[in-house]
């Protein structure tokens, strides 16, 4: 073992824990045992989580609540106790604020249309400014244009510093009173940067505006305290979390839910219907319009109680290690340049680099051929790009079952590819 390698072991048993994950198992391209490192778009499946929605679609079934026979009401069981197990891994006050939805996607877009469509105090308007980051998604981008677009409201950001953080020495200028809400990534998924939520929150709090965290990148990879943050809102999505895709979670404020309208109109989400008028059920019922994602929601409890089983404190300090291994080791990389902070603090397992003049989809297509999947574009953060400058970047991204072998084959991977181009 290298040096540079020592003191990584022992925090997580990963050979123990990638034996959960068949696919770890696949050989491709003449053999090349797979070496997973796109986990910030997609994280890999465990047995666990894959026989519960086999056993769940094998013997329970069924459309959810109303149901009078067996099979209705132990899908019922299955999808509310999904419920709980979300709203005990974030440290929710009430299971009633957990509403699943398809993706953090959806969950942002919730969000945006009902304040759109709220009564005051909360209602966005042309008298009003939405405030976001440099950083995010467009996941949390397009749905404020389309919110400003349609009220007029103004939409303001916060800009990036050369090192990939957020840049907040305008704070007070850019989060105002007449901020209605502002909605920010905890982490980022191109830089990898965690940002400083309490100076956001606390600024927010003092103007009377509503906080929204898209913990998308943070929900898999460490301890996720709604209560802890002090946001109104906070969304993430099942499939970057062992989970299965086409499950989400908006975790909202009660009082909040119970005063903002439905986003999406339909079956369940009501009380009385009328030709004339409805009333709606009460939060989170009030936002799960239609059949929900029953088996994707078991799924995730499934994935859930996998990830509390190995524990949150221990997949994040493994990360961290495993991050502060790997960023070192491509920093040894002649012409490589990562794209955000350069050191492990205050970052998640997200790396994003480009080599020298090799554009990542090339460097993508080379790793690809020797069993490494990373990420290649602008990840859904083109404003990141343009930014610094370039036109995308190759991103590696770990997880719990990551090993430092990994990163080491990344990194000679990375070797074949300046080789291969010369």
């Known amino acids: 073992m ?31 045992k797979l070496v997973y490192l796109d986990n910030a778009a997609t994280s890999q ?25 067996v099979l209705a009401e132990e899908a019922t069981a299955l999808y509310e106790g ?41 209602r966005v308007d042309h008298e009003t400014e939405v405030v976001i980051t440099e950083m995010e998604h467009h996941s949390n981008i ?9 009220t007029g409201a103004k939409l303001k950001w916060f800009g990036l510093t050369d090192d990939g953080r957020l840049d907040l020495s305008n704070l007070d200028e850019i989060i105002t009173e007449k901020t209605k809400i502002v909605s920010f990534v905890l982490v980022s998924n191109i830089l990898g940067t965690v940002n400083p ?18 913990a998308s990148q943070a929900a898999p990879h460490m301890v996720l305290d709604v209560q802890a943050l002090q946001a109104d809102f906070v969304a993430f999505t099942g499939h970057k979390m062992c989970g299965p895709t086409g499950i989400g979670v908006l975790w909202g404020r009660q009082e909040l839910l119970e005063d903002l309208p439905p986003f999406l109109g339909g079956g369940e989400m009501i009380e009385t219907v009328s030709m004339h008028s409805s009333t709606y059920a009460p939060a989170p019922h009030k936002f799960e319009a239609g059949t929900p994602p029953i088996a994707q ?92 400058g370039i036109p995308a970047t190759t991103r590696a991204s770990f997880y719990l ?11 000679e991977g990375l070797e074949h590819v300046r080789n291969f181009f010369g």
Not at 205 to 210: F, I, K, P, R, S
Request: charged share 20%.
């Open 2 to 32: 290298t040096t540079a390698r020592q003191g990584l072991t022992g925090l997580l048993d990963t050979e123990a824990i990638r034996k959960d994950f068949p696919i770890l198992e696949r050989e491709l391209h003449d053999g090349k």
């Open 45 to 69: 499946t465990p047995r666990q989580v894959i026989d519960t929605l086999s056993e769940y679609y094998e013997q329970h079934n069924a459309n959810v609540h109303r149901g009078v026979h």
């Open 82 to 122: 999904a419920r709980d197990k979300v709203a005990e891994f974030i440290n929710a006050p009430s299971r009633n604020e957990v509403i699943f939805t398809k993706n953090a996607s959806e969950a942002l877009n919730l969000v945006a249309n009902m304040l759109g469509w709220a009564d005051e105090p909360y």
């Open 142 to 150: 397009v749905p404020w244009q389309l919110l400003s677009q349609r």
């Open 197 to 214: 939520v309490e100076a956001i929150v606390r600024r927010a709090q003092e103007v009377g505006a509503l906080v929204l965290v898209d």
């Open 297 to 388: 929601a078991v799924g995730l409890g499934a994935a859930v109680d996998y990830l509390s089983s190995v524990g949150m404190d221990r997949i994040a300090q493994h990360e961290h290690a495993l991050t502060e291994y790997a960023v070192r080791q491509l920093q040894s990389v002649p012409g490589l340049r990562i794209i955000g902070p350069t050191t492990a603090e205050d970052r998640g397992a997200a790396i994003s680099f480009t080599l020298g003049d090799i554009h990542p989809h090339d460097v993508g297509q080379v790793l690809d051929e020797q069993g490494i999947a990373v990420r290649v574009g602008h990840h859904c953060a083109r404003p990141v790009c343009l930014r610094y």
């Open 401 to 411: 079952y990551s090993s430092p072998a990994e990163v080491d084959a990344l990194v």
